[in-house]
């Protein structure tokens, strides 16, 4: 893995209501790698995802998205950012309610002004990559939980961004379910080139990843890591 | 002559729109009027005035006139008094017409109004003054006999005039006694200023100009009866450049023959009058585009001329041919339009005023 | 950008419009409630233009346009003024046309009274000729059918009833004359036709008719058309002006519209605030909904932010959003206002008509601009109210931290309430300001109605403050029972659409409780003055006479009243309008030394001395609404036209009097009836001798004078009242509706709560609530709402009744009342209020009690 970096932060802090929530932590990660972030309920898992993608600022810190340094950008230029080169899965699915299946992952492309036509390949091809083809004008209120988060897993890659951030993909879905999705995930990514952050409680989710970043109280707890090749 | 307009005053039934009908003008004239009787004296200037005890008569004035830079005009200025009677009431009205051509821009305009005897129409008795709504016509003291006109169309034109009289009253017919066609009281006084040497100031689309000319001027004070059978008339009156004038009528019948009354008179240089027999050829004619009435334009008119004893040719020919005054109240279209008049070598030789009726439809003249 | 245009509609297509397609139900009622709000507006709108139109036709029917009107300062003017005119104008090419005019009422008809116009029918025939345009052909002019012209020929409107040929019974002056139709009024080319009631006579026969034999009402000049026709018109007004000075003022007709609409602009400014009733509780609604569906699509705003959607354009999304919604409420607001101003035209029309003057609208008809106004007026209150939740919507954060930060729209309870109290504050300042005086002796209270605008919002932000303080009351009232202690735990804890039901309702009762004190003030007011004034047995007065054209009665008349012998004692009055500073008022000519009539004034500013003792020739008593308009007060002195030349007389006292916002000044009748050289009056009062039967002798003199009304006491002040209660009527119709949107609204505000509470509600009934606990806690709820917003609107209508009747009615119509407070209606008000609150807050937690948990949201 030639490794460019996608997305690094360095010595972030974040503090809520004056209660430390990230300290001092830095992480890296490259083109095409796929990270897990483990850590306990209230470690600072969410909070680093929402600083790594723009939607919350850290108190201390940088954050470089493909070099460019976060910190710097204002909240449009950090959407227009976060349109174009983050794909992002949420543990709830979070489909839009009044698109259809197609809809909801054609509308990452429509953001980043992708033609009609273009539109339409890349969505069907992507639809049926992720087996949905046949249900593409159905509402997401029709679909179970695994078919929902497929379709999101669809949303998060089609407009072909450089870095995934997954939020529990998996905890809201059953055994079944959570494999295929991951399954998914990880074929996906290898095929695009595309690197992962992925925040998860589940063994099998971090089975997929590279390797494994724990935090702890705030802190990336350099102890567990199960891959030697650390870059900080 | 011109009594056209005022006659239609007169029979109800042939007017189409309603005014009339209203106001209920209907000739049923009590035996208290007199008639015009031959051999009558008229004492100047008292008999320019209004005579009441006729039940029709009109002071009808037409003229030529030039600007500074010799652009050309003619007007057209009328009134009219007329009795009518319904039942017990007896009403006197007053009626005028007005009409300015300005050859230069093809532009003929006109305008017509009635009103009652009193605060806004009336004609004095003793001297010629009359007025109706914004225009008049009044004689200056004895012994001058200038008349002042003003006149005008709505508030596109307007003109006052000084009409100076360069010879004597002539007296149509005999002595001034007209006849209007067979019956005894078919006839009228016709009292004319046949050269008016005129001049004044003429605005019209916003451009006040000094005008001069010459005008034309009948008083007629008639029975307002008309003989039977007759669809309507010719007039015109002739200002030859030699300074004699010539005026004619000509009564038609049905069948397009003219009615014995019809009558051609010269005026010499002195005033002295002379009638003549005289034959009437349209050369062309002319499709009103408002009316569809359809006129006689270019006419041809052969006489005698008794000063050289020859007969003579003229041709007269309108100066516009869209001189029609097609509406107004009482509603009878008639055509009254500023000509020139060249002899058969097609020479200029004078100005006239032409007046054709009964050409949209046959005006029904038949008195009670 | 035109991609993001692109996109944004495709957004709003697909996220807006498919959730409007979702709660189709919701959306057609708020839409239905909206367009209402609008509707109503529009039609009390185009009612009032109807009105004022045809009375604006009325002065045009004949003349196609008239370029001046010259009126008496007094009186009439004398038929020689034309010649006069014409003298001065010379050859200028105008036509003058000398008017005179009279109520003729039809004798054996309900209908309105002929209006009978008499013209010189030569000279208006003249008229097309002297404005037709050159190669023009059209001309009309009255047409008969019959024979011969009669003296009693009228022409009528093509829109009448009459037929050609028909014979016409009706009264002018004290006779009854017979008048036969001779044909129709010729409606001019883009002109419409004369209003029905409109009846043309020749001059002279109208003259003869209503003995003005040699007067004119008013003389009408039109200008003949061409190059020069504006330089003759300035020409024209400025010498008739300068011959009429101290005669007759000269105006551009649309002066006289103007002057319609400045006598009647106070009744109908009354009546356009009141149709924004249902506008501004539509404004409430409109906020609440929207506000509503932000809190339930929030996770949606949340992703589409986590997608990369700028927050500007959620903002703009919302925006759309209320706009379109304004957009649709517009265009069916405009067609309901249109179908209600068919039915509300006539009622304008016949307040008018007893009001100020005979107008003849039948229908009004939606032009283009009404049309655009109606949906301006939706579009913007929607933006207007759409902005805050818009606003809201765009702070949503991306869905990534939406979880944890538990966000919320709450406001602080504390800020509002200072907010709510400075707008009060504000208020009061505003009910300071004087009456803004534009022309025309109109007095508009702005402030006034700033104050009220100001008092309404700001108590209702007050009132929706303290809807915490219910939890309290609710908890004490049901606190045992588990619904009572849901709704007031909810209660504690109010969402803003709460809060807003409370102003909205507050909004809708405050206003029409305020009405309804004006008007209990008013008619008691009314009733007192009535009590005084009218002390005689019976009263006669033309059929003809109207508040704003008095018919004469002969002389020889009133001595045969007098000399009946059941007659004790009578006395007349003259009543004149005459034009001061330019504005028309009511010259009275009084008996000022009989002791009924002394006894009949109700004194504001008292005269110093017996009224006997004040010289007649040069005092002058005048009513409040003239004292008010002309600002003249005891002491000061009046110039009053009259044929005679001006006549100086100083006040000697301001009396009460609600008969005629015009005002009227009074003055001793003998000196009146010599200053104007006649000796008919226009009012008599009779009392009757002891013993005698006032019903008996009112139905003979009815018989003997058929061109006479004679009232007895009693049906006069009924009749007074009953056109007090008509002029008032449409006023309950705006505030029933203004009320009925308002609960709907609390409807809607109830529906959406619920709807965001589904988790909880699933939760309450595994929990072991039945259906009807569910719905009894809504009922709680909404009743401590309504309650809570009806003690808010009833302070608030104590406010705005004092507003009304110290400021906005006194500045607008200069009529002291006396507060009086209507408790019955008021409580009924109320109760019904929080009733039918209650009934409807049931029926949504019955529904509400069935809706299924949506855990995935």
Redesign the interface.
Known sequence: MASAPVIEARALSRAYAEQPVLIDVSLRVNEGERVALMGPSGSGKTTLLNCLGGVDRPDRGEVFLLGRRLNDLTGDALAELRRSRIGTIFQFFHLLPTLTIFENVELPLQLVGVSATERSARVTTLLERVGLLSRKQAFPGEMSGGEQQRVAVARALVHHPSLILADEPTGNLDTANGASVLQLLRELTDETHTALLLVTHSAEAAAICHRTVFLRDGRIDHASEDSPAVTV | MSFAVAIRFVFRRAVA???L????L?LQLRGDFRVPQPNPEFHFPADHGSHPDFPLEWWYVTGHLYDERNERFGFQATFFRQVSE??SERET?HLAHMAVLDVSRK?F?Y??????DG??AASAVGKLSAHN????IVMEKAPSERIDL?G???????F?LKLNPKKPVVLFGDKGYSRKGEGADAASYYLTFSRLETSGTL????EDMKVHGTSWMDHEISSSRLGEGLIGWDWVCIQFLDGRELMMYRLRHADGSSDPASMLTWVDATGATRKESFAWRPLSTWTSV?TGGRYPSTVELSTRDPQSGGAVKFSIEPLLLEQEL????G?IAYWEGACRVRDASGKEIGSAYMELTGYVKPLKLTAK | MSGHAALKASLFWRTTIRHWRTGIGQFLLMLGLLSLGVGVFVSVRLANRAALASFSNFADTLTGQSDWILQPLAGTLPASALGELRAALGSRPADLVGVVETSAPLNNSKEQNLHLLGVDLFVVTNLAEARRKPGAQDQRSFESDTADFAHDQIWVSPLSRFAKGQAVSASIGDRTETLRVAGFIPTLPGQTPAPANLAVMDLMDVQRLSGKSGQLDRIEIVIEGGHDEDAVRREVNEIATRLGAGRWTVEAPAHGRESANTMTAAFRLNLTVLSLIALLVGLYLIFQTLDGAVVRRRTEIAILRALGVPAGWIQQLWLAEAAVLGLLAGIIGAGLGWIGAQGSVQFIGRSINTLYFETSARSATLDFREAVIAIGLGVASSLFAGWYPARIAAKTPPAQSLARHAWSGSRQHLRNAIIGAALIGLGVVASWIPPYRPVGGVRFPLGGYAAAFLWIFGVGVVTATALPLWAWLVRGLGGRSVPGRVASSYLRFPTTRHRFSVAALVCAIGMAAGMAILIASFEGSIRGWIQQSLQSDLYLTSKATTTAHFSPIDRSTVDRIAADPAVASIATRVYQTIVIDGLSTTLGGLELKNPTVQASFRWLEKPRKALDSYDAATSAFVSESFSDRFRKYRGDEVSVPTPSGLKRVTIGGVYSDYASERGTIAIDEATVQTWFKRDSVTHIATILKPGADATAVRLRWAEAFPGLIVYENASLRGQILEVFRQTFSLTYALEVIGVVVAISSLAITLASVLMERRDQLTTLRALGFSRRELALSACGEGVAIAGCAVVGGLLLSLALGWLLIHVINKQSFGWTLGFELPAAPLVGLAVSTVFVSAIVSYAVGRWGAGLRADREE
């Open positions: 729109a309603g005014l009908s209203v106001v209920g209907a319904d039942g009205l532009n305009i305008q017509t109004r009635l009103n009652r605060w806004d709504g914004n225009w008049s003003i005008g169309v709505r508030s596109e034109a307007s006052a605005r019209i689309r916003g408002s097609a509406a107004g109240p509603g």
